[in-house]
């Protein structure tokens, strides 16, 4: 017999989830292309990765929507392009928000609810988005038109990233280096 999902607050911050890592794809996927048209080509190379690690976050997300019965739904909503500076300062917001309010507030709820798959999600998600943040903002700070593509690995199973090519496992989810993908 089919799971009929039964509507919580739980099952809500996971569409919320879901759309926002969605969105997120979409956007640094535009911001890559932005980057790569202004010169700055390593500021392209963190945006695709970044843009991997929210599909990563997404898929994980919808995986526990569907364990709950329900189908993960989202709206991709009209895409902002500025240049690159103004896209990380947007990133840079939006990956802060991620970590300092929305994935507490989820994790806080879901470990109360007792669904733990959904406080995992949320916190791989959470780790990660702290991660993003910094890498925005570091490259930010350097920001200079002409730089090389750079080569980031992206942990497949909770979207952890980072540019260390001597990493052996996730700092996140202890995943061997073998589950990382590689986006330059």
Known sequence: MPTVAVE?????????AYDGESNA???YRLFAV???LDGYRDVASLFRAAARAEQIHAENHARVIRSLGAD????IVPINVHNTATNLRDAIKGEE???DVMYP???AEAKKSRQNAAARTFSYALDAEAEH???YRAALDNLTAGRSEVTYYICLVCGFTTSDAEIARCTICNNPREKFEVVS
């Open 8 to 16: 919580s607050t739980t099952l809500q911050h996971l569409q919320t």
């Open 25 to 27: 794809r979409v956007r």
């Open 34 to 36: 932005q980057a790569d």
């Open 72 to 75: 993960p739904t989202c709206h």
């Open 97 to 99: 928000y991620e970590r």
């Open 105 to 107: 507030e989820f994790i």
């Open 133 to 135: 943040a910094r890498l």
